[in-house]
């Protein structure tokens, strides 16, 4: 939110992303816009003012836990076993993806530049944080080297939304990552 707004503006942005958090957390990446702008006390047409798009809003709710999973790749960077650095952060992708409701799908959209006005800014942040995870281990050659982190994301994206109306979700996904993970092994 730009400081240059105007005050009410800037109340009305951190009051519709409050209650927005609490209804994605609720009802997943199809919370609705309306009901968000009626908890928060403002018309619908504020809350597409400061979120044109679903995106836009689902990557805002998402921000907190897009920083914290940046600083976890930056901690584990340093990591000596970069196969162990690499799967642990993915796996804290995996939980993160199924504790926070709408993080995969904002993870989901297609940053193929379908939508100029808004990229998707969390797979970016993502991306940037995996990489050097991800090259390491490749250098390492314990990661196979055509692996790349579009794949990971996507991966982890798909099991977040398979498993996420099920019960016991998290040991659901984590599972499926599990499994998965023999995939990343290089051919020996």
């Not at 409050?18 to 968000?36: K, N, R």
């Not at 940037?128 to 994206?157: F, M, Q």
Request: some cysteine.
């Amino acid at each position: 939110m730009p400081e240059s707004q105007r005050a009410d503006a800037r109340r009305n942005y951190a009051r519709i992303l409050a209650v927005a958090e609490e209804e994605v957390a609720a009802h997943g990446a199809d919370a609705s816009l309306e009901q968000i702008a009626r908890t928060a006390g403002v018309g619908s047409a504020t809350v597409r003012r400061h979120f044109p798009t679903r995106q836009a809003l689902l990557e805002a709710v998402s921000q907190h836990r897009i920083e914290a999973l940046r600083v976890r790749a930056r901690d584990l960077s340093g990591e000596s076993d970069s196969r162990k650095a690499l799967l642990d952060w993915l796996s804290d992708v995996v939980d993160y993806c199924v504790s926070a409701r709408g993080l995969a799908a904002a993870l989901s959209y297609d940053d193929s530049g379908s939508d100029p006005v808004h990229e998707n800014a969390c797979s970016a942040r993502l991306y940037d944080a995996a990489d050097p995870l991800l090259d390491r281990a490749i250098r390492d050659g314990v990661v196979a080297k055509d692996v790349t982190v579009a794949e990971l994301i996507t991966l982890i994206v798909g099991i977040a939304l398979a498993t996420e109306h099920g019960a016991d979700a998290a040991t659901r996904a984590d599972r499926l990552f599990r499994l998965a993970v023999a995939g990343l092994s290089p051919q020996i």
